[in-house]
């Protein structure tokens, strides 16, 4: 069965960084485009990143572009989001994301929180 377990996230100050990671399972990783996304408290689910099964094309959200970076290992079944130049409104859960197979799979999410 697919499982999306997502690891890396805590408390960072503003300006900092942390590099988020998800861990994939149960399906060919490399056939299938990924996606992070992220819910802050209050507000609904939003998109922040996608990237392709190979990994030669992705994209990032306005609200994040030019500070996080989607990239991926597929030898390693790992999906990653590389956030820099943290800003307070980037707190909230960040979730990996697949559709598979006409269903979707989240992982159970990890928090990140920049605060001073």
């Known amino acids: 069965q697919v499982q999306l377990v997502e690891s890396g996230g805590g408390l960072v100050q503003p300006g900092g960084s942390l590099r988020l990671s998800c861990a994939a399972s149960g399906f060919t990783f490399s056939g299938y485009a990924m996606t992070w996304y992220r819910q802050a408290p209050g507000k609904e689910r939003e998109y922040v990143a996608s990237i392709s099964g190979a990994g030669g094309s992705s994209n990032v959200a306005d609200s994040v572009r030019g500070r996080f970076t989607i990239s991926r290992d597929n030898a390693k079944n790992t999906l990653y989001l590389q956030m820099n130049s943290l800003k307070p409104e980037d707190t909230a859960v960040y979730y990996c994301?697949?559709?598979?197979?006409?269903?979707?799979?989240w992982g159970q999410g990890t928090q990140v929180t920049v605060s001073s």
């Open positions: 994301y697949v559709r598979k197979s006409a269903s979707d799979y």
